[in-house]
């Protein structure tokens, strides 16, 4: 038998006593049935709300985890039974990442530690003289790793269609050489799908790269190199049901292999000497390993093999279809209250996964987000998202003007240039969706039933 089994044999069982998937029933997550105590008195079930930021692992990753713990050891560097077993579950675990992500021949599946580090790692390899091309439309985590190549920003399109000519453009009248393309699967501030398919198609023809951002599309629909055809894919765990500090970047292996290792140390050297001079001489690996040094984060690696699995097993159809009614109730709801402005891109008609943001006449958005905490019991997100130019676009300003992440120093009831976002998935009761929507009406129509102050930049409720 092989050692991956062993450890692995819980991966077939569903966590909890829900079904492991279908389109009529949420999949079962972590705090699906905390209480949290609400400032008008009592305790309400908790509505987590905030999956565009951290969706809640799946009860059957946790499992997972837990059935192996006891068995954990360090990888590649052990001869002992519990190392062997950790080796493999870590190959194997890299094994099931390149699956679900419809690698192709000869791509490399590197582990980091978020989407972030794993853009910033392909930053850190490019070679010498790439120029990039990045929306400002962006996540930070895509528009700002470039800072060793040139970068060309480009405006907010409004359109799928200007997203392409706009980017057909700006090759057109660069310079030949390396280039890259950066660019998002689904928005994390309006939820809308990018047309990846043909901004891939548009960079090839112009013999650009492509690396797809796919923090926030990985976990509502499926992501194939090989479909799309981009060059490189990165996403996180923790947005992808798993606990955090776990990311993936995966694609060509060329300028993996091709450039300095990303971190220098045990696990990227295969070979190191002393020269005749004192010095030291290093042969790297030429395998994803070159930019995996140090002791690898094995626990991480196997939690988003698990919620790769589950993802698959459960069957994205039918988890895009509960998904897409989520996001109608939403939307439905919240067009029925005239003071709510949804924001969007690309239009009312655009295909999106299940991530809105929206502003609220007469609210300050920190008090909005603050109310629905304090007096709901529901978890949303406020502010600029880590997109601060494309908010500040949606909303009327300019993408240059100056922001922060959460509340302005602005009082409950007065208007800021942020905007509150509401994000679900596959782990979310059909309950929390209504609870919201109903939460909204009330607010907007009765107002906040306790008093706020600003706190160190966030709207509290006042003791």
């Not at 192996?68 to 052990?78: D, E, F």
């Not at 002992?80 to 890299?94: A, K, N, V």
């Not at 406020?382 to 300003?397: E, I, K, Q, S, W």
């Not at 409950?412 to 969706?433: K, Q, W, Y």
Request: hydrophobic fraction near 40%; charged fraction near 20%; glycine fraction near 10%.
């Amino acid at each position: 038998m092989s050692v991956y089994s062993s450890a692995a044999s819980s991966a077939t069982v569903c966590g909890g006593s829900s079904s492991c998937g279908g389109s009529s029933a949420p999949l079962p997550v972590l705090g699906r049935d905390v209480l949290v105590p609400l400032v008008t008195g009592g305790e309400v079930t908790y509505a987590a709300l905030d999956y565009a930021a951290s969706a809640p692992a799946l009860q059957r990753v946790w499992d997972d985890v837990a059935a192996y713990a006891p068995y954990y050891g360090s990888v590649h560097r052990g001869a002992g039974y519990l190392s062997q077993l950790s080796t493999e579950l870590f190959e194997q675990s890299r094994a099931t990442v390149a699956d679900f992500l419809g690698c192709r021949e000869g791509d490399q599946v590197v582990f980091t530690r978020s989407t972030t580090d794993s853009l910033n790692l392909l930053a850190a390899v490019l070679p010498r003289g790439t120029r990039v091309f990045v929306f400002e439309t962006e996540h930070h985590a895509s528009l700002l790793p470039w800072r060793d190549a040139e970068v060309t920003y480009l405006s907010a399109p409004r359109t799928p269609a200007e997203a392409v000519a706009s980017l057909e453009r700006a090759l057109e009248e660069s310079e030949q050489g390396p280039r890259l393309v950066c660019v998002t699967g689904a928005s994390n501030v309006t939820g809308e799908l990018w047309p990846v398919r043909e901004l891939t198609e548009t960079a090839h023809r112009h013999g650009a790269r492509i690396v797809l951002d796919a923090a926030q599309l990985a976990p509502h629909h499926p992501v194939s190199l090989a479909e799309l055809g981009v060059d490189w894919v990165a996403f996180s765990g923790h947005k992808l049901y798993a606990p955090f500090g776990s990311g993936v970047l995966a694609g060509r292996s060329d300028w993996l292999v091709d450039a300095e290792p990303y971190l220098a140390g045990g696990g990227a050297s295969r070979k190191v000497s002393r020269r005749e001079d004192g010095g030291v001489d290093v042969e790297w690996h030429t395998s994803a390993a070159r930019h995996e040094a140090g002791s690898p984060n094995v626990i991480g690696a196997y939690s988003i093999a698990s919620a790769c699995r589950a993802l698959a097993e459960a069957g994205f159809d039918s988890l895009v279809e509960r998904e897409q009614a989520l996001v109608a109730r939403v939307r439905a709801g919240l067009a029925e209250v005239p003071q709510v402005r949804v924001l969007s891109l690309f239009g009312d008609d655009a295909p999106r996964v299940g991530v809105i943001s929206f502003v609220v006449e007469g609210w300050n958005s920190s008090h909005f987000a603050a109310a629905l905490s304090a007096e709901y019991g529901i978890g949303v997100r406020d502010g600029l998202f880590c997109a601060h130019p494309l908010v500040r676009t949606l909303l009327g300003g300019t993408p240059d003007e100056p922001g922060e992440c959460g509340a302005p120093e602005a009082e409950p009831g007065e208007r800021s240039l942020n905007a509150i976002r509401v994000s679900f998935g596959a782990g979310t009761p059909d309950e929390h969706v209504e609870r919201f929507v109903a939460a909204v009406r009330e607010l907007v129509g009765e107002g906040a039933k306790w008093e706020y102050r600003t706190e160190d930049g966030r709207c509290v409720p006042a003791r």
